[in-house]
């Protein structure tokens, strides 16, 4: 093979990987999928165990209500933070922490990482990381992309500072509106099964105002019906979710 031929046939072999590298954020996005392709980042976990989760708090407003009924439960969930809010409300980051929920960070703003470039990526991440180490004295290692999208920049930074990137397998639709406490319960638990990871929103900072009471009242029910189902609930931490490699 000339040298030529050769260089021909290496760029053509590396085609496929250079469309499954800008196609791998697209496919990220799309559940079914997602969950039978990628089962570390949709939040796959033990088949007896429910992971729970939170995103786009903290919020004084609203998060002390889910704070309260947890512990009430004697349930521990895991936090996805936006850093800006963080750094607004450090006290309720620290009571998040005291009460032996996990923290991880949802960006330091709520935006669409497909629109931002590498720079910015990074620089958002690790800040958001930074400020919620700062409070709490420990360095957040899950990351969940806002809208639930991850692109290729997002995949590289979150290496880079450490953060491993965890969707989801059911949500409750609890950002919207016409949310209701038994619209929340029957979406999650009609997607709900053993492994899977319920996320749900302690804030309203991106809904709707107030539908995350949607989600405080159905926080209840869904419990119970894990519980009936036999599965225990619980954070990403103890969600038994394969390790890299
Ligand atoms: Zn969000």
Not at 107 to 113: D, E, Q, Y
Not at 122 to 144: K, M, S
Not at 174 to 198: C, K, M, Q, Y
């Amino acid at each position: 093979m000339t040298a030529s031929r050769l260089l021909r046939t290496a760029a053509l072999a590396a085609v496929p990987a250079l469309v499954a590298a800008h196609a791998a954020p697209v496919v990220s996005t799309f559940g079914p999928l997602r969950n039978r392709a990628m089962p570390r980042l949709s939040g796959r976990g033990r088949p007896d165990h429910i992971a729970l989760t939170f995103d786009d708090g903290p919020d004084p407003l609203s998060t002390p209500h889910f704070l309260r009924l947890l512990a009430g439960r004697q349930v521990r969930a895991t936090f996805f933070l936006l850093g800006s809010e963080a750094h607004r409300s450090p006290g309720l980051v620290r009571e998040i922490a005291a009460a032996g929920h996990e923290i991880g960070i949802h960006g330091w703003r709520h935006r669409p990482l497909l629109l931002r470039g590498p720079r910015a990526t990074y620089d958002d991440f690790a800040r958001a990381r930074d400020t919620v180490a700062d409070i709490t004295g420990h360095r957040p290692t899950l990351f969940r992309p806002p809208y639930g999208v991850m692109s290729t920049a997002a995949h590289v930074a979150a290496r880079r500072v450490g953060l491993t990137p965890v969707l989801w397998t059911c949500w409750g639709e609890d950002w919207t509106a016409r949310a209701t406490p038994e619209s929340v319960h029957r979406t999650v638990t009609s997607d709900l099964d053993g492994g899977g990871t319920i996320l749900l929103h302690d804030s309203d900072c991106t809904s709707a105002p107030g539908a995350w009471r949607s989600a405080l009242g159905a926080l209840p029910r869904i419990l119970d019906t894990c519980g009936q189902r036999g599965y225990e609930v619980g954070p990403l931490r103890d969600h038994g979710r394969p390790q890299p490699g």
